[in-house]
């Protein structure tokens, strides 16, 4: 259940026109809408194990584990409200509706919960910048019920991805990287949840990621390479498996990669330069700008891929090395 005292007690400011502005732009888009902590926890149902009939860890659950860690372990930093976005709504109705056609049930006579949710928590008060681009810190996850068993029973475990990382407040992407995720977080109850949320925020080193982050301004692709990248980025999902099992993996599809062609001449914030040159700080976003359009329990995983290529292109400039994606 969410802690209603506690969300009220947090250090959170609203009177910034901006920060409101922020706190409303969409991290991800694809096919989620938004939603905020009252409204799951009043009008959604919480999915059961079907064998028990016990609850799994609900979204509101997760979401308020995460903002109260965030306000202890913050304390005293400017935090706002959570981010919330879900997506694949599972509808049902009441059985005194079960005769009723679906034009005429009530309100009160439906029943609903979504699959997938994601949210993100702001920190503006601890922030960077990278290229001239404003960074916040930005705490995390994702809590999709396709990946749990809820035809077991409670004893089996449940499924979360958590992150801690940074949102450019240029365009809202989300910059996350492997020391910031845990991909496949399981646990049997909420304490086991939130042990792990905290090890994770304890154990980020921001000031190593920002160094990573403002590295990549520091090397470029020329118009021929990035013509080549994304090329090779277009034949990997091709590939013979046997091939594919040498080369870091891309995750990014087609309709995402056409994306970032497109960006890449026309982006106002990360476009290539007049003689079409991009650094990789650029090229990173116009990756996680496209990453918006991912359903929610693949986004994740993208945009940790997408840091892993621009490092990985990174690496072979400075070491002048072979890269497939180059070659």
Not at 39 to 45: L, V, Y
Request: with cysteine.
């Amino acid at each position: 259940m969410v802690n209603t005292e506690l969300l009220e007690a947090l250090p959170v400011l609203q009177t910034s026109n901006a920060d409101t502005e922020q706190e409303n732009a969409a991290f991800i888009g694809a096919n989620t809408v938004e939603a905020n902590l009252d409204e799951i926890k009043s009008r959604h149902i919480i999915p059961v194990f079907v064998k028990d009939n016990e609850t799994l860890i609900s979204h509101s659950e997760f979401v308020d584990a995460a903002v109260s860690l965030t306000a202890d372990i913050f304390h005293g930093e400017h935090i706002l409200n959570p981010q919330i976005r879900v997506s694949h709504p599972i509808k049902g109705r009441i059985p005194e509706a079960k005769d009723k056609p679906a034009n005429q049930l009530n309100e009160w006579e439906k029943t609903l919960y979504y699959e997938r949710m994601m949210f993100v928590i702001e920190i503006p008060s601890i922030w960077d910048t990278v290229d001239g681009n404003h960074l916040s810190l930005t705490i995390g996850g994702v809590k999709a019920y396709n990946l749990d068993n809820l035809y077991s029973r409670s004893l089996s475990d449940q499924h979360f991805k958590i992150f801690i990382g940074f949102k450019n407040k240029v365009c809202t992407n989300l910059c996350v990287w492997t020391d910031g995720y845990l991909g496949d977080v399981k646990v049997k109850n909420l304490d086991q949840l939130k042990a792990c949320i905290r090890t994770l925020i304890e154990a980020y080193n921001k000031n190593y990621h920002l160094h990573n982050l403002k590295q990549l301004t520091e090397h470029s692709l020329t118009e021929q390479q990035f013509a080549h990248l994304i090329g090779r980025c277009r034949m990997y999902n091709h590939l013979p498996n046997d091939l594919k099992a040498e080369i870091s993996p891309i995750l990014f599809g087609d309709n995402q990669i056409s994306s970032v062609v497109k960006d890449y001449y026309r982006d106002n914030s990360f476009c290539r330069d007049e003689n079409g040159n991009i650094n990789l700080w650029r090229l990173y976003n116009l990756f996680t700008g496209a990453n918006k359009s991912t359903y929610i329990d693949n986004f994740l995983d993208r945009s940790v891929n997408a840091f892993q290529l621009a490092e990985q292109l990174r690496h072979a400039s400075v070491n002048r090395s072979d890269c497939w994606f180059l070659n």
